[in-house]
């Protein structure tokens, strides 16, 4: 996350197997973060239509995906409002 100042403030940290950028396509909205990878590794993109057809065959993955959406949503306000401790 950007902060006013220019300044970077990690959301996350996610590992092997985890995935990103859930909350754009379930909820067709712009993107609310940047990933940086802090070492190498290879990512795999799906793209809307594949997963819309991916979603028609398996109903489970549009549920498991909110949920995640859900989930990470809270987890960034819970950071972003964290107060930074006084010096």
Same mark, same amino acid.
């Given at each position: 996350? =950007? %902060?006013? &100042?220019?300044?970077? *403030? &990690? !959301? +996350?940290? /996610?590992?092997?197997? &985890?995935?990103?950028? =859930?909350?754009?396509? /379930? ?18 993109? !799906?793209?809307?239509? &594949?997963? %819309? +057809? ?6 489970? /993955? ?5 949920? +995640?959406?859900?989930? *990470?949503?809270? =987890?960034? /306000? =819970?950071? !972003? ?7």
């Amino acid at each position: 996350h =950007e %902060e006013p &100042d220019g300044s970077r *403030r &990690d !959301l +996350a940290t /996610i590992l092997a197997g &985890d995935f990103f950028g =859930e909350m754009a396509l /379930i909820e067709s909205q712009p993107r609310s973060a940047t990933v940086w990878a802090v070492t190498p590794c290879l990512l795999y993109e !799906l793209r809307r239509p &594949d997963l %819309e +057809a991916a979603m028609a065959y398996h109903p489970g /993955i549009r549920q498991a995906l909110a949920e +995640a959406s859900r989930q *990470r949503r809270k =987890e960034q /306000i =819970e950071k !972003l409002t964290e107060r930074e401790p006084a010096q």
